[in-house]
Antibody
Framework: QLQLQGSGPGVVKPSETLSLTCSVS??????????WGWIRQSPGTGLEWIAN???????YYNPSLKSRVTISVDTSKNQFSLKLSSVTAADTAVYYC???????????????WGQGTLVTVSS | SYELTQPPSVSVSPGQTARITCSGD??????AYWYQQKPGQAPMLVIY???ERPSGIPERFSGSSSGTTVTLTISGVQAEDEAAYYC????????????FGGGTKLTVL
């Protein structure tokens, strides 16, 4: 069964870069049927898509975060990663790594979620 | 930006039918998806491509679409269905490929 396990620092200082990694088990990140992505949820609020990546390297970003976000994939480790630069308190959130089925022309959607990693931006 | 609008809350008694709506201008042309999120847990996909149910999701969960509104229907609501529900879709221009609604808290009385 597919499992997504996010990891990274729980506290990041303002203006620094948030770095998270998602380890995929029970399936290959190099599957042609899936993309991989990140979604965040600020405390008590809704969901915000951050970015998606295909194992071949194609990347897709939320326009509102694009200038600060980098998503990458390491097929040798079956992992993908997120970097968010110049963080502020507004970036405090639970960050979820997700699997994204190839929607075949429909909007992307998310059929498997990691447990979530709480990242707090604080000095 | 593109927005999907959901009611903040819906309340039903056990055994009744709950209907949660999601409105957006692009919904006549774009598929919609629904997620259930219980406190302290990650969201879980319950409906995809407007009406399809992933394996393992109970048959009491169904989705429908009419014009600019999609609806998640939970028939014979059970206490375990109390959760927040989020719709998700995209705009038609490609500028916003993933948009979530604000979420609806379903309370089982």
């Amino acid at each position: 069964q597919l499992q997504l396990q996010g990891s990274g620092p729980g506290v990041v200082k303002p203006s620094e870069t948030l770095s998270l990694t998602c380890s995929v088990s029970g399936g290959s990140i190099s599957s042609s049927n899936y993309y991989w992505g990140w979604i965040r949820q600020s405390p008590g609020t809704g969901l915000e898509w951050i970015a998606n990546i295909y194992y071949g390297g194609s990347k897709y970003y939320n326009p509102s975060l694009k200038s600060r976000v980098t998503i990458s994939v390491d097929t040798s480790k079956n992992q993908f990663s997120l970097k968010l630069s110049s963080v502020t308190a507004a970036d405090t959130a639970v960050y979820y790594c997700v699997r994204v089925p190839d929607p075949g022309g429909d909007p992307w959607y998310f059929d498997s979620w990691g447990q979530g990693t709480l990242v707090t931006v604080s000095s | 930006s593109y927005e999907l609008t959901q009611p903040p809350s819906v309340s039903v008694s056990p055994g009744q039918t709950a209907r949660i709506t999601c409105s957006g201008d692009a919904l006549p042309k774009q598929s919609a998806y629904w997620y259930q999120q219980k406190p302290g847990q990650a969201p879980m996909l319950v409906i995809y491509k407007d009406t399809e149910r992933p394996s393992g999701i109970p048959e009491r969960f169904s989705g429908s679409s009419s014009g600019t509104t999609v609806t998640l229907t939970i028939s014979g609501v059970q206490a375990e269905d109390e959760a927040a529900y989020y719709c998700q879709s995209a705009d038609t221009s490609g500028t916003y490929p993933v948009v979530f609604g604000g979420g609806t808290k379903l309370t089982v009385l």
